[in-house]
Every structure is written in C-alpha cells, then in structure tokens.
C-alpha cells in the first residue's frame, strides 16, 4: 500500500544529523526531565516486559531498564545507524536490553507479549495510516490490561508554540506533523481500542508542546 512505504524520516530528518541526535535533544529540550517522567508514571514492575518503540539511541530504553533493572527491556528501531549508536551506548552502560531492527506498523513479537510499551518522539515521524497501523501493532503486542506511554508533539496551547512548532514540521515534515500538532493523537490511541487515554503532562519547549499520554488495553475485549 502507497502510504505504508511512506519515506523514512530518520531521528533528524538527514543522517548527517543523526550523531548529533543525544547533545541536540538535551539542550533543546528537557529530555531526562520529560522522560524520567514518562517512565516514573509506568511503575514497571519487576519481570514485566517493556517495549520502547522507536527506540532511537536508547536514552528512554536505558532510563526505563535503569527504575526497573528486572524487568526485560526491549528497543525496537527502523535505522540501522541510529541502532548502531544505542548498541555502543547499551554496551558503555553495562545494562542488558535487546535492540532490534523493525517497522513499528508490522512488529516483529507475538500477539500479548509486553506488559507496556514507551514511545518517545516518534509517532510525529509517521503518515496518518501508519500512525494506525503502528498503534494497532502497539495493541495487538500489550496483553490485556498492558499500557501504552507516549511522549510526542501535542496540540499547541498559544500562537507562539504554534509558530516555534514551525521548525518541528519545516525538519520533519507536514504531513505526519499535522495530526500531532492538531490534537488528534489521543482520539487516535482510543479508535483503536485504547481506555482510560489521558493526557498525563504538557512541557512547553522552544518546539512546541511536547505532550506525555497513557493508555490501557482493555482487560477484556
Ligand atoms: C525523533 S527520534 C526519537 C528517538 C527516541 N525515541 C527518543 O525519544 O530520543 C524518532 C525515531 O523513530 C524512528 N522511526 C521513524 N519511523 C519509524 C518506523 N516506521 N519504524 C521504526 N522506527 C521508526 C527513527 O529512526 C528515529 O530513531
């Protein structure tokens, strides 16, 4: 299908710019701030499975391995550079997380597999349909009663977000960004079976409006 092959947006739209991704995040936003936040609220307990999707170079991955050292923790990525710089940061941590190689719209784990899945920054990347079809993935791989933890680009609050998110849809274009900037991401989380979708916390960046959400896989259903 046209829009599933979608072009590829890497973690900064050109891989020239991927070996700055970690120094650029951490001075423009506040990125362990907003993660450690994501990743407190999860309460991952010990033996849970965690999948970080669209892991990038693992920053989130580590910081949930690190609250939670007995749970098993997953990063999945489509680019094989930015897995190469979470390989060498997994390897100077000392930490054990599996990293693998995949498309977040057709995941390579068998159907109730994780007890929560993390993503950070990366739904804004995705077309519409492939927002849906990821999401889907996301619910198809929770088991029941399993979460979903969201950080990306929210609707902004005030014309001066509305112009600094500009430079967040100019990188990474403005298709994929639309529904992020327009509030859609949660009414999507719950067409596709999602409860209990909230919104947990807003940070305003020199970006825009980073918003962190939750979401439950029904119990039963
Ligand atoms: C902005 S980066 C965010 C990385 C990381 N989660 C973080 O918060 O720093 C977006 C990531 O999503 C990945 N990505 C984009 N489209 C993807 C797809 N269809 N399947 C898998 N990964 C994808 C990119 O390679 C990139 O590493």
Redesign the pocket.
Known sequence: MEEKSQK?????RYDWL?AV??PI?RLTLR?FEF?NTLVKAAQVQLGHRVL?????????TLLIKQAQPNAEVVG????EK?LTLARQKVSQSGMVVALDH????NLPYPDNSFDHVF????F???SRE?KLR?IGEVFRVLRPGGQLHV?DWGKVENPLMRALFLLVQLL?GFSTTADNVNGLLPSFFSQVGFEDVVLVRQYMTVFGTLCLYNGRRPVQG
């Open positions: 590829y947006i890497p973690a900064l991927t991704y970690d995040l990125e993660k970080d999707l669209g892991c990038g170079t693992a920053t989130l999945i990525d489509g680019d930015v995949g498309m977040v719209y993503s950070s920054l990366l804004h990347h995705l492939n990821a950080a990474d």
